[in-house]
T-cell receptor, first 112, second 115 residues
């Protein structure tokens, strides 16, 4: 069976510090991968998606970036965090050419 | 661009009652998929039910069913025999065929099941 992992689960970072969130999927190959952000009391906003290694598409211009160094690894980064980057970050995956998306447990990021 | 609207920020019903959550969407696509996700206090997003736009038959998963009205662009979720564990945020979501560009979510409905 397939599983998706995210870490860390919780993170508190000062403004201006760097960020690295990691997502990995097990039990499948060549998945489509996604990063979403959920602000307090709101729905999810798609940030990035990837259909393969090194292929990243951005939905929202901001100070965040994403990378996919391996088939089942997706990383969300920032060089300098802003207060507005606080939120709950969710990674998701689908099989290629499928349509059901499955989510990881998420990372709660607080920028102070 | 697609939009998804959930007009009920919060709903509350008694245990064992039936409740219907509303969702409307706007798209120019003809092939797409619709979903309901549940987010309990743990914040794990759980897929509840899905509907392919090309299928006229409404999807059903145990106590959960949808009423899909393609012409009206409406996609409501009915929960029968509601249980305390159904208390959660429920999000309606849209995906174009292929899905590579991800899900578009509504803002959610907070459903509270009262004992």
């Amino acid at each position: 069976s397939q599983t998706i992992h995210q870490w860390p689960a919780t993170l508190v970072q000062p403004v201006g510090s760097p960020l690295s969130l990691e997502c990995t999927v097990e039990g499948t190959s060549n998945p489509n991968l996604y990063w979403y952000r959920q602000a307090a009391g709101r729905g999810l906003q798609l940030l990035f998606y990837s259909v393969g290694i090194g292929q990243i598409s951005s939905e929202v211009p901001q100070n965040l970036s994403a990378s996919r160094p391996q088939d089942r690894q997706f990383i969300l980064s920032s060089k300098k965090l802003l207060l507005s980057d606080s939120g709950f970050y969710l990674c998701a995956w689908t099989r290629a050419r499928s349509y059901e998306q499955y989510f990881g447990p998420g990372t709660r990021l607080t920028v102070t | 661009a697609q939009t998804v609207t959930q007009s009920q920020p919060e709903m509350s019903v008694q245990e064992a009652e039936t409740v219907t959550l509303s969702c409307t969407y706007d798209t120019s696509e003809s092939n797409y998929y619709l979903f309901w996700y549940k987010q309990p206090p743990s914040r794990q997003m759980i897929l509840v039910i899905r509907q392919e736009a090309y299928k006229q038959q409404n999807a059903t998963e145990n106590r959960f069913s949808v009423n899909f009205q393609k012409a009206a662009k409406s996609f409501s979720l009915k929960i029968s025999d509601s249980q305390l564990g159904d208390t959660a945020m429920y999000f309606c979501a849209f995906m174009t065929r292929g899905g590579a560009d991800g899900l578009t979510f509504g803002k959610g409905t907070h459903l509270i099941i009262q004992p």
